[in-house]
């Protein structure tokens, strides 16, 4: 079945700061990967997201690969901002599984102080 | 747009009572999805929807009932409320499920069972 590993948390690191939250999946044929973000007492944001190997996503100097050698998703940031406290949560949507869902990582919290 | 509206934000509900949480969106999205989320465990899907009069099960369907009469309504209900059934509750929707789509998370509702 399908299935997300993210490192667990929290990641606490000072502003400026540079980020990698790796994620790691398991499925079969070419599933599309995301990061989505939940921000404290609201639901979740997608951040970025690559439908197939190699792509990169990137969105607010956030960046991450798929890399389908290694089955990888890592999430990076040049420079963490105070404001980029949050979790994260990398998902991976399966096209060739009959039950059409999202499998989320259990999350990775983030806290950026100043 | 609202995009995705659930009500009600938070709910006390004691053990055995019912009650159900609301779900709209006003994008004309096909797909519709009922997650909950648990500490240390991501998000787990309870049921979906990927059109009007058609639902089906999720990994966590026990307990739950959804119903999908109207493409902008999908609403859960939870029949006899367990303290297992303690936990924050997000609804989303996407055009389809293609793997281009992006899913649209609602605010979510708390709700504590005791």
């Known amino acids: 079945g399908n299935s997300v590993t993210q490192m667990e948390g929290p990641v606490t690191l000072s502003e400026e700061a540079f980020l990698t939250i790796n994620c790691t999946y398991t499925a079969t044929g070419y599933p599309s990967l995301f990061w989505y973000v939940q921000y404290p007492g609201e639901g979740l944001q997608l951040l970025l997201k690559a439908t197939k190997a190699d792509d990169k996503g990137s969105n607010k100097g956030f960046e991450a690969t798929y890399r389908k050698e290694t089955t990888s998703f890592h999430l990076e940031k040049g420079s963490v901002q105070v404001s980029d406290s949050a979790v994260y949560f990398c998902a991976l949507k399966n096209m060739d599984m009959g039950r059409r869902a999202l499998t989320f990582g259990s999350g990775t919290r983030l806290q950026v102080q100043p | 747009n609202a995009g995705v509206t659930q009500t009600p934000k938070f709910q006390v509900l004691k053990t055995g009572q019912s009650m159900t949480l609301q779900c709209a969106q006003d994008m004309n999205h096909e797909y519709m999805s009922w997650y909950r989320q648990d500490p240390g465990m991501g998000l787990r899907l309870i049921h979906y929807?990927?059109?009007?009069?058609?639902?089906d099960q999720g990994e966590v369907p026990n307990g739950y009932n959804v119903s999908r009469s109207t493409t902008e309504d999908f609403p859960l209900r939870l029949l006899s409320a367990a303290p297992s059934q303690t936990s924050v509750y997000f609804c989303?929707?996407?055009?389809?499920?293609?793997?281009?789509?992006?899913?649209?998370f609602g605010p979510g509702t708390r709700l504590t069972v005791l």
């Open positions: 929807s990927v059109g009007a009069g058609i639902t």
């Open positions: 989303a929707s996407s055009p389809r499920f293609l793997s281009t789509d992006t899913q649209y």
